[in-house]
């Protein structure tokens, strides 16, 4: 089976309140124990905002450190999964589901490589 990275992207700024927030999680965790029950389930996690990043880039000899996002943008990467799939139709079932519970989201699936 291949494996296919979930990304959910969010906007910037602050986060929702327990009031939208609360409803999303009930919702993500049935998502994930259907997931876990079809064996699907690889590993799931979120993230700290984009100020938290630090940048690393070489360049030539000297290595430059930079806080913050590497990109300038108004919505970050908030979120993935790794789901287990037979093909990118299987994964975009899952990932079918994940929209529809954190509408307005986007959601990209990525197969990893090899």
Do not use: C
């Not at 969010?10 to 409803?23: H, K, M, T, Y």
């Not at 064996?39 to 930079?66: I, N, Q, Y």
């Amino acid at each position: 089976m291949k494996q296919y990275l979930l990304s959910i992207y969010q906007p910037d700024g602050p986060i929702p309140g327990p009031e939208v927030l609360g409803p999303i999680q009930e919702n993500l965790a049935v998502w994930n124990d259907e997931l876990r029950a079809a064996g699907a389930w690889v590993f799931s996690a979120g993230l700290h905002p984009p100020e938290s990043a630090t940048v690393l880039r070489r360049d030539g000899s000297e290595l430059l450190m930079t806080d913050g996002p590497f990109t300038e943008g108004k919505e970050h990467l908030g979120g993935f999964t790794i789901v287990r799939a037979e093909d990118l139709d299987e994964a975009l079932g899952w990932a079918r589901k994940l929209a529809d519970i954190l509408a307005p989201l986007s959601i990209e699936v990525r197969p990893f490589a090899g």
